[in-house]
């Protein structure tokens, strides 16, 4: 578990973490989400005692990182993997970080096996490709079996069947009982892999909860309406709250009824459909509804799809 206290980081004039107060809880997946620079990395290294918080307190396990007697058995970290430039293997360059923690040769063949390294680790490291790299970062953080993992960007660089393994190697971990945390930009993945959200901007808590609950608090649900009559159909939908959207001539996007409400409607006034489908928002709309005023480096420019056009947002009963 990792307790966060009115966490805080100052960079000089630059509240890099602004006053966090979090829990990540055992047993569960938390994805860290946030713009660049929201303070997601600060806060893991604030964890990992790289950092020193300027106010505030975090623990794990109970107690701050550095108090722990055998911290790599407590926390595994996966921090920004860089390339690391080194002439050593894969092999020793885990055994030489084993060593220091009293952990044995069979644990960093374990880990090796794990991390789909066997081929390459003899190689040297130096020469390892990004994803390499990142499955040695890996590897190193599981050395120690720790019971709270975390994992800032694990997924940068791995191909899809990397990806696929950290998604499937989380959860397991996770299954077990342990504590996993960890930040990625890419939100389909992270909508797959994750149980809990904490979404940071700026330094500061924007919404944390389960991954469903942060969708459903910031978007609308809404019903695809397929029919040969569509064009009669929105007068009969229409009411307070309800917005029906023609998105082609035979199809509708309706927000403000469920699709039970949509399908006795139209029977009741003996319309044909030909799909009734309820909509839920993507974490990536959520995100971007969330985040939009927290974008500190924001992009300009094209590929902004244009709005299809409202046809009917109108007041009235008929719900
Ligand atoms: N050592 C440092 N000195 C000064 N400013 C720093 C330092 N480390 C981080 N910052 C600043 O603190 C803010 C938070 O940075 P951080 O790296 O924690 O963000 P992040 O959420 O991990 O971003 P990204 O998604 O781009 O990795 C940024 O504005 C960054 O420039």
Redesign the pocket.
């Known amino acids: 578990m990792i307790e966060a206290h009115g966490l805080t ?1 100052k ?2 004039d ?1 509240t ?2 602004n006053d966090i107060s979090f829990t990540v809880n055992p047993g569960r997946v938390t994805g860290f989400l ?12 604030m964890i990992v005692g790289l ?1 020193r918080p300027t106010h505030g307190s975090v623990t794990v396990n109970g107690k701050p990182y550095v108090q722990h007697k055998a911290p790599l058995r407590e926390v595994g970290a996966l921090l ?1 993997a860089k390339a690391v430039h080194s002439g050593r293997s894969a092999t020793n360059h885990l055994r030489g970080l084993a060593a220091t923690h009293g952990i044995s040769k069979a644990r960093v063949q374990e880990v090796i096996d794990m991390t789909g390294l066997a081929a390459v680790a003899g190689k040297r490291v130096g020469g390892f490709s990004l994803g390499m790299g990142q499955r040695l970062g890996i590897a190193a953080a599981m050395l120690g079996d720790p019971r709270t993992l975390i994992l ?2 694990p997924v940068n660089g791995l191909d899809p069947e990397g990806v696929k393994w950290v998604r499937t190697m989380v959860r397991y971990l996770a299954d077990e009982g342990r504590t996993v945390f960890l ?1 990625s ?1 890419l939100m389909s993945e992270m909508a797959i892999t994750a149980d809990e959200l904490i979404v ?1 901007g700026r ?1 500061r808590i924007i919404t944390a909860g389960a991954v469903q609950d942060v969708i459903d608090a910031v978007t609308k649900s809404s019903v695809r309406v397929r029919s040969p009559q569509a064009e009669d159909l929105v007068s009969r939908l229409q009411g307070a709250d309800v917005t029906v959207t023609s998105v082609e001539p035979s199809l509708l996007e309706v927000h403000g009824l469920s699709a039970q409400q949509i399908g006795e409607a139209a029977a009741a006034g003996g319309f044909v459909l030909h799909e009734l489908t309820p909509l839920r928002a993507s974490l990536e709309e959520a995100y971007m509804t969330l985040t939009a005023d927290d974008v ?1 480096y924001h992009s300009h420019g094209a590929g902004e799809e244009t709005a299809p056009a409202v046809v009917a947002e109108t007041e009235g009963a008929n719900r």
Do not use: L
Not at 34 to 45: C, I, V, Y
């Open positions: 980081k960079y000089g630059k890099a973490v946030g713009p660049n620079g929201a303070g997601k990395s600060t806060t893991m290294r950092d920004e800032d960007e930040s930009h940071i330094g500190e």
